[in-house]
């Protein structure tokens, strides 16, 4: 894909413009440094993946008693 037809986005890092295309090593950041930033926080437990609560065995609020 062409530079001049590759989209532009956001950095999810800094919100700067980052060309979504194989030439950008870093992508979608627009920098070696946006990309540690984030991986930084991922490795700080800054972000987290969304998961159901566990249930609390012997709980009886969590058995509807």
Same mark, same amino acid.
């Given at each position: 894909? *062409?530079?001049?037809?590759?989209? /532009?986005?956001?950095? *999810? /890092?800094?919100?700067g413009p980052a060309?979504?295309?194989? =030439?950008?090593?870093?992508r979608p950041f627009c =920098?070696?440094?946006c990309k540690r930033i984030d991986?930084?926080?991922w490795a700080a437990e800054e972000f987290r993946?969304?998961?159901?609560?566990?249930e609390e065995e012997g709980n009886p609020d969590a058995q509807g008693a």
């Open positions: 894909m *062409p530079a001049e037809t590759a989209p /532009t986005v956001a950095c *999810p /890092t800094c919100g060309l979504f295309a194989p =030439s950008n090593r870093w =920098s070696e440094r991986l930084g926080a993946v969304a998961s159901p609560e566990p």
